[in-house]
C-alpha cells in the first residue's frame, strides 16, 4: 500500500526553501515555537533594538484551514507570553496572515470565511487578502502588492506536492498523484493499492471531481484498502471506496472556532468544542483520550506554559561558550549549564521561573510541552 503523503510546495519562490518554515509535522511547530521565544528573548534584550521590528513580526501566507488555525494559535501564544518580558509590548508586535483569495477559509463558505477574518482582526491579525508572497530574505518578506515587510518569519502554508519518490515508479499519474481505481487499486497492478495525499481518487458519486486529500478521507481509504486486502487474500472481490464529507471544522483563537456540519453553520464557542471534541474522539487509545481531555481540561483554568523544545543535534542557533552552553531563561536572562555531555542520551533541562527550554536527545521528546 503506498501512503507516502506530500510535501511543502515552495513554488521555486526565491529564499523560501531556505528560509521559511513549513506546518506539517510535530517537528515543525516545534521549530516554530522554539523561534517564537528566540525572537522573544532577542527582542527584550537591548542590544536588540534595532531589530525588534523585525524579530516581533511573524507572516504566515495561506489563509486555508493549515494557514488560519497556525496564525491563530501563534497569536495568541505570542500575546500571553509578552508578560514574561518586561521590555515588549503588546503594540511592538505584528501578526499577519496574507492570502491570494478574496475570503480565508474558502472551503466553509463566504459567512465563515468574513466571520473568521471578523474574530482574527479583533485579536490583533492583520489580513491581507488577494496578495501573494513572493520572495524572503533574512530580513524581510517581500509581497506582490506593496512594500517588504520587515519580518525574519514566514510561515508557508499555501501549497502541497505529491511525495518525489512517486515519479519513479512505473505507473499511471494525474498531477504527480498515483491514479487508483473506485476500489484504490492501481490499474494494472493488482495487488497493489494506494490512500491519502499520493492517490488520485475519482469520486464516483460526482462525476468529474475528486475526493480531497482531508484527513477523514485518508483515514477511510485506509480502512476499505484493508478490508480489500483481506478480500484479495480469501480470492473475493473487493469493495468500491465511497465517502461524503461530513463536516470541516478551524479553530481561529483560543475557544473560538468555525464549523460546517451537514451543510449547516456553526461558530464561537460551540463550533471550537466541537472541533476539540471530535479531535479527541480520534485519538487511539483511552489512556490518551484521558490524558489530553485532562490536559484541555486545565488549560480553560490556567495559562499556558511558554516554553520551547529542542532537538540537541540542530541547536546550531543557539549562544555556546568554550566551557558551556547557555540554555535562554525568562525575561532575556541566562542560565549557564553544563555542557561537557552533549551525546544524544543526555537530556539537559534549565527553568528559571515560568519560561523553560527543554533540551531533548534527537531519538524523541522526552518531556511534554504545554
Keep these: 500500500m503506498l501512503a507516502l503523503g506530500s510535501i511543502t510546495n515552495f513554488f521555486d519562490l526565491p529564499g523560501f526553501a531556505e528560509l521559511a518554515l513549513a506546518m506539517k509535522t510535530l517537528p515543525d511547530a516545534i521549530q516554530l515555537r522554539a523561534r517564537i521565544i528566540r525572537h522573544l528573548e532577542e527582542a527584550n534584550s537591548e542590544c536588540s533594538i534595532g531589530d525588534r521590528q523585525s524579530l516581533l513580526t511573524f507572516v504566515v501566507a495561506g489563509g486555508g484551514f493549515a494557514g488560519v488555525e497556525t496564525v491563530a494559535a501563534l497569536n495568541d501564544f505570542v500575546r500571553e507570553a509578552l508578560r514574561f518580558y518586561p521590555n515588549l509590548s503588546d503594540r511592538m508586535l505584528r501578526v499577519l496572515l496574507v492570502h491570494p483569495g478574496a475570503v480565508i477559509l474558502p472551503e466553509l463558505g463566504e459567512n465563515l470565511g468574513h466571520y473568521a477574518q471578523k474574530v482574527l482582526a479583533q485579536k490583533g491579525v492583520e489580513i491581507r487578502l488577494n496578495t501573494r508572497a513572493t520572495s524572503m530574505t533574512e530580513k524581510e518578506v517581500c509581497l506582490n502588492d506593496g512594500p517588504p515587510i520587515p519580518s525574519g518569519t514566514l510561515i508557508w502554508t499555501a501549497g502541497t506536492l505529491p511525495n518525489p519518490l512517486l515519479s519513479s515508479l512505473p505507473c499511471q499519474k494525474e498531477s504527480g498523484r498515483v491514479l487508483v481505481n473506485d476500489s484504490l487499486q492501481i490499474p494494472g497492478w493488482p495487488e497493489v493499492w494506494a490512500v491519502g495525499d499520493c492517490a488520485f481518487v475519482a469520486d464516483a458519486g460526482q462525476p468529474g471531481k475528486l475526493h480531497p486529500p482531508t484527513a477523514q478521507h485518508a483515514i477511510r481509504e485506509g480502512r476499505v484498502v484493508a478490508q480489500n486486502i483481506a478480500l484479495a487474500l480469501a480470492g473475493q472481490p473487493p469493495k468500491p471506496f465511497s465517502f461524503k464529507t461530513i463536516g470541516l471544522l478551524a479553530s481561529i483563537g483560543r475557544r473560538t472556532g468555525v464549523a460546517r456540519i451537514f451543510g449547516f453553520n456553526f461558530s464561537g464557542f460551540f463550533a471550537w468544542w466541537l472541533w476539540r471534541t471530535i479531535y479527541l474522539s480520534k485519538l487511539p487509545g483511552f489512556d490518551k483520550k484521558v490524558r489530553v481531555a485532562f490536559d484541555w481540561t486545565l488549560d480553560l483554568i490556567f495559562r499556558k506554559d511558554v516554553c520551547a523544545v529542542h532537538d540537541l543535534p540542530s541547536r546550531a542557533?543557539?549562544?555556546?561558550?568554550?566551557?558551556?552552553?547557555?540554555?535562554?531563561?525568562?525575561?532575556?536572562?541566562?542560565?549557564?549549564?553544563?555542557?561537557?555531555?552533549?551525546?544524544?542520551?543526555?537530556?539537559?533541562?534549565?527553568?528559571?521561573?515560568?519560561?523553560?527550554?527543554?533540551?531533548?536527545?534527537?531519538s524523541g521528546l522526552d518531556q511534554r510541552a504545554s
Design 317 to 362: 542557533h543557539f549562544h555556546r561558550r568554550e566551557n558551556g552552553q547557555r540554555t535562554v531563561a525568562a525575561n532575556g536572562n541566562a542560565q549557564a549549564t553544563a555542557s561537557s555531555d552533549t551525546s544524544p542520551g543526555k537530556l539537559i533541562r534549565s527553568k528559571k521561573e515560568s519560561v523553560r527550554e527543554y533540551l531533548v536527545p534527537a
